[in-house]
Structure formats: structure tokens, C-alpha cells
């Protein structure tokens, strides 16, 4: 069993779990402050950590709160990051300065990883994942998620890339930094709102005990790179790639035209599409995160058996 980072506060629940080894799926907080409104960001996150309990697992939700990083939140927190405007957006390259500063930060994909491994975290929920946006050959605006996927070991359960990337970049540059990146029961790596992209999946897993099988295999080697599983989300609740592509096109040209860009380009995207589909993307949002939180939190269950309890 992994000990936890000095500098990090569990709550009980999730200290207990990992001392004895059980299951535990940690959880972002951008989603929360930055990725929906309120008060729809805290129904999903509390119904997500309901969804993690049901499947026999301990969510932590991780952030940092008054300049301590935290694993494991309460309903007042969850409250604060749904509602406070001195919440601020926090990549790794944000953390050390909210920390010192004694703020508020909520953790993106990269930072949630880092913080959930210093815990000793292996699995991970979110609902997408960053990588390399369009039009990166001139901005060179590339998610810091992909080089935090090539260097931490914690499997990160999402629906694919963000639909507002370029995709086929984002597969490339994976596959150069060495992360297996896992398509859930299908050959069609998914693109967040759909469940087809246009690209192929690198590989392919059909149950959550092959995915744990996979982790304890590439950990058990030394690799230090995580995995990347991407999770289709519902049939049922999707938009289609030829729907949702006309949109998000239009979102990308408005943010262009408004000089948008950097940490505010993403929220701002999510917020303009939720927009022009009069709230549809937010429903197939939610939908897809709680989709990723059964499937994270059965992979949890398999990989805590499997090691016998070690992390």
C-alpha cells in the first residue's frame, strides 16, 4: 500500500479505504467550477460519488481548498467549488501558487492525476480528457493532460478526447509519449458528445477485468505512464459527430473572433456549445460522467482484488 503525500488531507472515509486497500476512484473538481452551472455541477458530482458507492468503491473528489490539496470532499465543499468565484482553474503549473497563496483551486485532468497518485490513487473518473487543440501547429496549445498521462500511473476513465480537439493529433502524440490509450467494447475511439470519432482505437478492452489486467501489467513492468480508457458515452444519449461537429465549428470561430484562449478556452467552449444545443450537450455531459464513473469504479474494484490489496 501506497502512503499518501504529507502535504495532502484525506477525509476518513478515503484514508480507511486505501490503508486497507480498498477500491478507490478519484474524481476532478474543474467539472464542477469550470465544466457546468449550477446547480447541475453539484447534483452530477454528488450523484457520481453515489454512482462509485453503489459499484463497492470510495470517491474522492479531489481539489484544493484553502491552499491544501484535498482527497475527499463534503457536501459544504462540493458547495464552494459549484458556487465561489475565487475558485480558480488549477493545472499542475497552478498548483504550488494556490497553494502558497492559501486558495481555492480546482484540479484539471493533469492535476487530479498527480494529486490521486501522491495519494495512491490508481483510478481515475473524468468526462474527457485534454490534448492538442486545432490549429496547434500555429498556438502550439497542448493539453498538459498528455504529458501527465506519460509520466504518472493512474488510469484515467473518460468519453474520449473533448470533441473540440483535433483528435487524430491528440491519438499521435499519445501513442509517441507511450500511453496505451483502451477503447471500452468497441473498435471506434469516441469524441466525448459521440461515440464515434472517425479514428480508429489503438486497442481495445471488453470488461473491467482486462483493464485491470492491463494496469497491473504495464505498472508491473516499471512503466511509469498511465492509461488512458476511453469509454463511449450511452447511445442513447449521444449527439452525433455529424451534428454536434456544424456547432462546435461555429463555438471554435466565436472564441477566435473574441480572443479567447489558454485556461479560459476550454469552459468557454463547453458553456457556448451548451448553448447553441439549448442545453442537450450538458445532459449528454452529465450522462457521459456518470457513464465513466460505473465502468471507473468496477475497474477499481477488479484492480484492488487483483493486487490483493496493494496500490
Known amino acids: 500500500m501506497a502512503t499518501p503525500h504529507p502535504r ?19 474524481l476532478e473538481s474543474t467539472i464542477i467550477s469550470h465544466g457546468m452551472p449550477y446547480p447541475q455541477n453539484v447534483e452530477m458530482a454528488t450523484g457520481v460519488e453515489e454512482i462509485i458507492r453503489a459499484e463497492g468503491a470510495v470517491p474522492a473528489t ?19 467549488l459549484a458556487t465561489s468565484p475565487e475558485v480558480g482553474k488549477a493545472s499542475l ?12 483551486g480546482a484540479t484539471t485532468v493533469a492535476s487530479t492525476m498527480r494529486l490521486a497518485a501522491l495519494a495512491g490513487i490508481r483510478v481515475f473518473v473524468t468526462g474527457g480528457i485534454g490534448g492538442v487543440h486545432r490549429g496547434a501547429e500555429r498556438s502550439f496549445d497542448i493539453s498538459a493532460d498528455l504529458t501527465e498521462l506519460a509520466t504518472t500511473p493512474v488510469a484515467v476513465v473518460s468519453a474520449g478526447a473533448k470533441s473540440v480537439l483535433d483528435i487524430g493529433l491528440t491519438l499521435e502524440r499519445l501513442e509517441t509519449l507511450g500511453v496505451p490509450v483502451i477503447t471500452y467494447g468497441t473498435d471506434d475511439f469516441p469524441a466525448f458528445y459521440s461515440r464515434v470519432s472517425g479514428f480508429r482505437s489503438p486497442l481495445r478492452a471488453d470488461s473491467p477485468e482486462e483493464i485491470a489486467a492491463v494496469m497491473r501489467a504495464q505498472w508491473g513492468l516499471g512503466m511509469t505512464a498511465g492509461l488512458s480508457i476511453a469509454n463511449p458515452v450511452p447511445e442513447a444519449e449521444e449527439i452525433p459527430a455529424e451534428r454536434i ?48 464513473a460505473r465502468l471507473g469504479a468496477r475497474i477499481a474494484v477488479h484492480y484492488a482484488a487483483g493486487t490483493d490489496g496493494e496500490s
Do not use: F, Q
Request: net charge negative; charged share 25%.
Open 8 to 26: 495532502l488531507t484525506l477525509t476518513e472515509e478515503v484514508a480507511r479505504a486505501l490503508r486497507d486497500g480498498l477500491p478507490v476512484v478519484a
Open 62 to 80: 479531489i481539489a484544493v481548498l484553502h491552499g491544501t490539496p484535498r482527497a475527499g470532499l463534503d457536501r459544504a465543499d462540493l458547495e464552494l
Open 93 to 104: 503549473r497552478d498548483l504550488a501558487h494556490v497553494m502558497a497563496r492559501g486558495g481555492h
Open 245 to 292: 461537429d456544424g456547432i462546435i465549428e461555429r463555438a471554435l470561430a466565436e472564441m477566435a473572433e473574441a480572443g479567447i484562449g489558454g485556461k479560459e478556452a476550454t469552459p468557454y467552449l463547453l458553456r457556448r456549445i451548451t448553448e447553441l444545443t439549448a442545453g442537450e450537450s450538458l445532459r449528454t455531459n452529465i450522462a457521459l460522467v456518470r457513464n465513466n
